[in-house]
């Protein structure tokens, strides 16, 4: 045998005693998720709305307008919504390592702000909200 084979065989040894199946997938599944929630206001009636954001009834931040908010959170159910009135709360069911779109949106209704959550793709994301790219 060769000193060249016994470094091959040494090498693929090593990589092969220190590769744990068990263990990468425990760090898989611990790996955090994350929320990203922005405002893509087109109104200048809504831009001077700051609506708080809470996650399982916290509140986490104000969101102004064209603003982004990169949380991240443990694997499981969140139930987002907002402090403006009417606003129905989404549930993100988050898993490990994901990445989650929400567009918070404003508009006028006559008198009346109506305020949505909604969750939406990365491209629909990227397309309404362009400064998401350098918050991440």
Not at 26 to 43: K, L
Not at 67 to 83: F, H, I, N
């Amino acid at each position: 045998m060769s000193i060249r084979s016994v470094v091959v065989a040494a090498a693929a040894l090593s990589a092969a005693l220190a590769y744990n199946p068990v263990a990468t997938a425990a760090e898989d599944a611990a790996a955090p998720a994350t929320i990203i929630i922005y405002r893509a206001d087109e109104s200048i009636k809504t831009s001077r709305l700051r609506p708080a954001i809470h996650i399982n009834g916290g509140a986490v931040s104000r969101l102004d307008r064209d603003e982004v908010l990169v949380l991240e959170r443990a694997p499981g159910a969140y139930t987002l919504d907002s402090s403006m009135p009417g606003t129905e709360a989404i549930t993100l069911d988050l898993k490990p390592g994901a990445t989650y779109y929400v567009h918070s949106e404003l508009k006028m209704r006559g008198s009346q702000v109506e305020s949505t959550l909604v969750e939406v793709e990365e491209q629909v994301a990227r397309v309404q909200q362009p400064d998401i790219g350098s918050a991440i």
